[in-house]
C-alpha cells in the first residue's frame, strides 16, 4: 500500500470526517423523517449544487451531453448510489452511525472478491485472500456476537446488517461496472449524473408511497438534512475527486480507514452510542485485513 505524502493527509482527514460525521447525522436525521424521504431529499438538494456549477460554468464546467456518460452513469445512480443508499440509512433505524461504518469498511474486501471472478485482471493471490478472510471474520464477529452500538438495544436487529450487506455487496458490484466501463469518464460528469438520478428515482417513488410527512422535523432536523446534503454529499464529492485527481485513486481510498473511528467517537459523544469490546476488535480485524489487501505497508 502506498504510504500516504504529508500534502495529501490534510485532506484525506478532512474527507473522512465529512463522511464520518454524516453518518452520525443521517443516524439522528431518520429519527424525523422516513429514510427514502430523507435520501431523496438530500440528494435533491446536492444535485442542485452540481446545476449550479454547470449554469455558472465554474471552471469552465458544461452539463454533460455524452449519451455514454448519462447510461452508465445511470445505471450507477440506481444501483450503485439511490438503493444502497436507502439501504444504509434504513440500516441506522437498528444500529449506531459506528457499527455501520465498521460494516462498511468491509466493501474493499468485498469488492476483490468480487473481482476475481469478474475481472480478468484482478485475480486473487495467497496475500488477499488472506486480508478478505480477516475483513470478512471482522465482520462475521459483529454479527456473531450480536453488536449493534445502541445503548438503549440490547438485542440487534438483524435488518440493520442485512441492509448494510446488501448496499455494500451492489456498492461493490457497482465499482467492479465503473473499472470495466467507465474508466475514461470524467468523475464530476458521472457524480453530477449519478446524483441527479439517484435523486429522480427515490423522490417519486417516496412520494408515491411514504409522502412528505415533515410534522415530526424540527429545526435540527433541517439542519442536519442540510448538511448532509451540501457537506457530506456535494462538497465531498468535490472533496474527493479532488484527491484522486491530485494524489491518486489508492490514496482516496485510504479514507476507509477514518470513516469509522470519526463515527464510532462521534456516536458516542453526539448520540450517546457505545463502543463494545467486541466492536473494537471487529473493527481492528476488518481494518487488518484492508491493511494486507492493500500489500501491508504502514501508511501515515
Avoid at 85 to 100: I, K
Avoid at 193 to 216: E, H, K, N, Y
Amino acid at each position: 500500500m502506498c504510504a500516504v505524502t504529508p500534502q495529501a493527509l490534510p485532506y484525506l482527514l478532512l474527507l473522512g470526517s465529512l463522511y464520518g460525521t454524516t453518518l452520525i447525522v443521517s443516524r439522528f436525521a431518520v429519527g424525523q423523517f422516513a429514510p427514502t424521504t430523507y435520501i431523496s431529499l438530500r440528494f435533491l438538494i446536492a444535485s442542485l449544487g452540481y446545476a449550479l456549477i454547470f449554469i455558472f460554468s465554474v471552471q469552465g464546467r458544461k452539463w454533460p451531453k455524452d449519451r455514454r456518460v448519462w447510461g452508465h452513469s445511470s445505471l450507477l445512480g440506481v444501483f450503485g448510489t439511490a438503493i444502497p443508499m436507502v439501504l444504509l440509512v434504513s440500516a441506522l433505524l437498528y444500529q449506531s452511525s459506528g457499527m455501520t461504518s465498521i460494516l462498511l469498511t468491509t466493501a474493499p474486501a468485498i469488492t476483490v472478491l468480487m473481482a476475481h471472478f469478474w475481472l480478468p485482471d484482478e485475480s486473487i493471490n495467497l496475500r488477499k485472500l488472506v486480508g478478505i478472510g480477516l475483513a470478512l471474520g471482522g465482520a462475521v464477529s459483529l454479527v456473531a456476537l450480536g453488536e449493534n452500538g445502541l445503548p438503549d438495544v440490547s438485542q440487534a436487529n438483524p435488518l440493520g446488517y442485512i441492509f448494510t450487506i446488501i448496499a455494500m455487496v451492489l456498492s461493490s458490484i457497482m465499482t467492479i461496472y465503473i473499472r470495466k466501463y467507465m474508466q475514461n469518464m470524467d468523475a464530476f460528469d458521472v457524480s453530477s449524473v449519478r446524483t441527479f438520478i439517484a435523486a429522480l428515482t427515490i423522490m417519486p417513488l417516496s412520494i408515491l408511497f411514504i409522502g412528505f410527512d415533515f410534522s415530526q422535523v424540527n429545526s435540527q432536523g433541517f439542519m442536519a438534512l442540510g448538511y448532509a446534503a451540501v457537506v457530506g454529499t456535494f462538497f465531498a464529492t468535490i472533496v474527493e475527486f479532488y484527491i484522486v485527481k491530485r494524489f491518486g485513486a489508492t490514496t482516496s481510498a485510504m479514507t476507509t480507514y477514518i470513516v469509522p473511528v470519526v463515527a464510532s467517537i462521534g456516536g458516542v459523544f453526539m448520540l450517546g452510542e457505545q463502543i463494545t469490546v467486541g466492536m473494537l476488535f471487529g473493527m481492528l480485524l476488518i481494518l487488518g485485513g484492508i491493511v494486507v489487501l492493500n500489500g501491508g505497508e504502514a501508511t501515515a
